[in-house]
Nanobody
Framework: QLQLVESGGGLVHPGGSLRLSCAAS????????IGWFRQAPGKEREGVSA????????NYADSVKGRFTISKDRAKNTVYLQMNNLKPEDTAVYYC??????????????????WGQGTQVTVSS
């Protein structure tokens, strides 16, 4: 069974950092594109970042460029989202998602077909 499990969310002050993890089980990330998405209350889900199966291609939303970094650990079959200089507007439930595609890193949610349960990130003073 294909499964994604997010972890690492929490409460952080503005300017702080968090690292989210997306652990995959039941399949190898070597053949899958992984995306990170977020959804704040009353807002639509938005793409935050994505990484291709090889890790060679990455993509970021303009709102997080220069602050967030996506990476992949093949040995652990896990994708990370390092989030620095967090802002209150980053507050949302963060989800990771997977799709069996190679060489692409898209940010549209309809591209993905396996989703995790989400982890809450709250940025507040």
């Amino acid at each position: 069974q294909l499964q994604l499990v997010e972890s690492g969310g929490g409460l952080v002050h503005p300017g702080g950092s968090l690292r989210l993890s997306c652990a995959a089980s039941g399949f190898s990330l070597a053949l899958y594109t992984i995306g990170w998405f977020r959804q704040a209350p009353g807002k639509e889900r938005e793409g935050v970042s994505a990484i291709s199966n090889s890790g060679a291609n990455t993509n970021y939303a303009d709102s997080v460029k220069g602050r967030f970094t996506i990476s992949k650990d093949r040995a652990k079959n896990t994708v990370y989202l390092q989030m620095n200089n967090l802002k209150p507007e980053d507050t949302a439930v963060y989800y990771c998602a997977a799709v069996l595609r190679i060489g692409v890193a898209r940010l549209d949610s309809g591209f993905y077909d396996v989703w995790g349960q989400g982890t809450q990130v709250t940025v507040s003073s």
